[in-house]
C-alpha cells in the first residue's frame, strides 16, 4: 500500500498519555498530566448547564458566539490594556491546541523556518513538520531557565517566518523576563517576523509577577497571535475552549484554517466562558494565590526529600532534578520506576525536547488537592527511604 503520511505514522503516544495508562493500570497518584482533580467555578458551570437546556444547541458562528468574542476584547483591556475588536480581531477554537494548529497552518508555509523555544510542549514541532516549516531550536536552560539572548538572535534569517512563544512556560515554569521579551519583540520587527503566543497560563502567575503578553510590546501588535484557554483560567480542562486574538491580516487565514478544521465550538459552554472572563479580580487573584499555596506546598515537601528543586514562576508545573537522589537511570526510568514502586507519577523533561535533551530533571503537576499533594510525598518518602538512609549514613 502506499505510504501514510510520514509526520504522523508511527508517531509515539504522548508521554502525557502514556504516563496516564501507567497511572490506571497501578492506581498511581497522576502528578503527570495537567489537569486539575477537582471541576471550576460552580457559577460558571451553571451557565452552561443552563444554556445547553435553554439552548439553541445548533451550529453557532464560526468565529464563536458574539458575548464570548466580546468577553475576550473586554479581558485584553481589563487586564494588558490592549485595545481589541471584538468583531474583527477574536475567533473563539475548541481548546487552545486547535488555536496553535491554525495559527501555524495560516502562517507556515514549506521551507518558512519556525523558532521553537526548548523544553517544549509536545504538539507544537509535529504540527510546524506537517506545514513544512523549519524548526529552529532555541534553548532555556536549567536551573535558571534563563534565555541565551545570543543564541536567540543568531536563530532569527531572512528565512525566519515565525517564532512560537510559550509564556507563561510548560514545562519550565518560567515566565520570560521583560529584557526579554522586549528582545524577542526588537528581533520580530527587525526580522519581519510572526509571533505566535501561546499563553494559556496567562492568569497563573506566582509571587507578584504580572503577566506581559508580547502583542503589547513596541511594533507587534500588527504582527501578534495571542492564544488564551479557558480550560487553565477556570480549571475547567476538558471544555476544550480557546481563543485567538490578532491583528484581522492575521486573523482573517487563521479563521479559514478554523473553518476547516473544527468550524465551530459548543455554544453552552461559550457562554459559559464568556461568564467566567467577567468575574471579578478577587476569583483570577484567588486562583493564583491558591496555586502558588500548592507550589509551596509541593515544592517545600520534594525538597526535603532531596529532590533539587527549580524556580517555578508560573503554571500547573514544579521541575525537579533527580541527580541528588543517587538513583540509577535516566528521567524516563525513573518517572517508570516512580510509577510501579511509589504509586506516584512524574513526567521525564526530555520528552519536552527534539534532541540532545537533559535526561535528569522530571516534572510534577501541582493543581491537586492538598491531601492528594500530601499523600504523594507520603509515598515519595517511603519509596526513597532507603536511600535517603544510605545518603545520611
Request: hydrophobic fraction near 40%.
Amino acid at each position: 500500500m502506499k505510504p501514510t503520511n510520514p509526520v504522523f505514522t508511527g508517531l509515539e503516544t504522548t508521554i502525557f498519555e502514556t504516563m496516564s495508562r501507567l497511572a490506571r493500570e497501578h492506581g498511581a497518584i497522576n502528578l503527570g498530566q495537567g489537569f486539575p482533580d477537582v471541576d471550576g467555578p460552580e457559577d460558571v458551570r451553571r451557565v452552561a448547564a443552563d444554556a445547553l437546556i435553554d439552548g439553541p444547541n445548533q451550529y453557532p458562528p464560526m468565529m464563536g458566539i458574539p458575548e464570548l468574542r466580546q468577553a475576550v476584547a473586554e479581558a485584553n483591556k481589563r487586564f494588558y490594556g490592549l485595545d481589541i475588536d471584538w468583531a474583527n480581531e477574536v475567533m473563539v477554537t475548541s481548546g487552545a491546541t486547535e488555536a496553535l494548529t491554525d495559527c501555524i497552518l495560516a502562517l507556515v508555509e514549506p521551507g518558512d523556518e519556525v523558532i521553537l523555544i526548548e523544553p517544549l510542549y509536545d504538539c507544537y514541532l509535529p504540527i510546524v513538520r506537517r506545514t513544512g516549516g523549519i524548526p529552529v531550536r532555541v534553548r532555556v536552560t536549567p536551573p535558571t531557565w534563563s534565555l541565551d539572548l545570543d543564541a536567540l538572535e543568531k536563530a532569527f534569517t531572512e528565512n525566519t517566518k515565525a517564532i512560537l512563544l510559550n509564556n507563561p512556560m510548560n514545562p519550565a515554569g518560567k515566565v520570560f523576563s521583560e529584557a526579554e521579551l522586549a528582545r524577542i519583540a526588537e528581533l520580530c520587527v527587525e526580522h519581519d517576523v510572526y509571533a505566535i503566543c501561546d499563553e494559556v497560563y496567562e492568569h497563573l502567575l506566582f509571587d507578584g509577577s504580572v503577566h506581559r503578553p508580547l502583542m503589547s510590546f513596541p511594533g507587534m501588535r500588527e504582527r501578534t497571535v495571542r492564544v488564551g484557554s479557558a480550560g487553565k483560567t477556570f480549571s475547567l480542562t476538558g471544555w476544550k475552549i480557546g481563543y485567538v486574538t490578532g491583528a484581522p491580516k492575521l486573523l482573517d487565514p487563521i479563521a479559514k484554517a478554523h473553518q476547516y478544521v473544527t468550524f465551530t465550538t459548543p455554544p453552552n459552554l461559550q457562554k459559559a466562558v464568556a461568564h467566567g472572563l467577567r468575574k471579578d479580580d478577587s476569583y483570577f487573584d484567588g486562583l493564583s494565590a491558591e496555586l502558588q499555596a500548592k507550589r509551596d506546598l509541593l515544592a517545600e515537601g520534594l525538597a526535603g526529600l532531596g529532590f533539587g528543586v527549580l524556580p517555578c514562576e508560573g503554571t500547573y508545573f514544579l521541575t525537579c532534578d533527580i541527580t541528588p537522589l543517587g538513583l540509577e537511570g535516566r528521567d524516563v526510568d525513573i518517572c517508570k520506576r516512580m510509577v510501579t514502586e511509589a504509586g506516584v507519577v512524574a513526567i521525564p523533561v526530555s520528552a519536552f525536547y527534539m534532541a540532545d535533551a537533559p535526561t535528569n530533571y522530571i516534572r510534577f503537576c501541582f493543581c491537586k488537592r492538598d491531601e492528594v499533594l500530601a499523600e504523594a510525598l507520603a509515598r515519595l518518602g517511603t519509596w526513597l527511604r532507603p536511600a535517603l538512609a544510605v545518603s545520611n549514613a
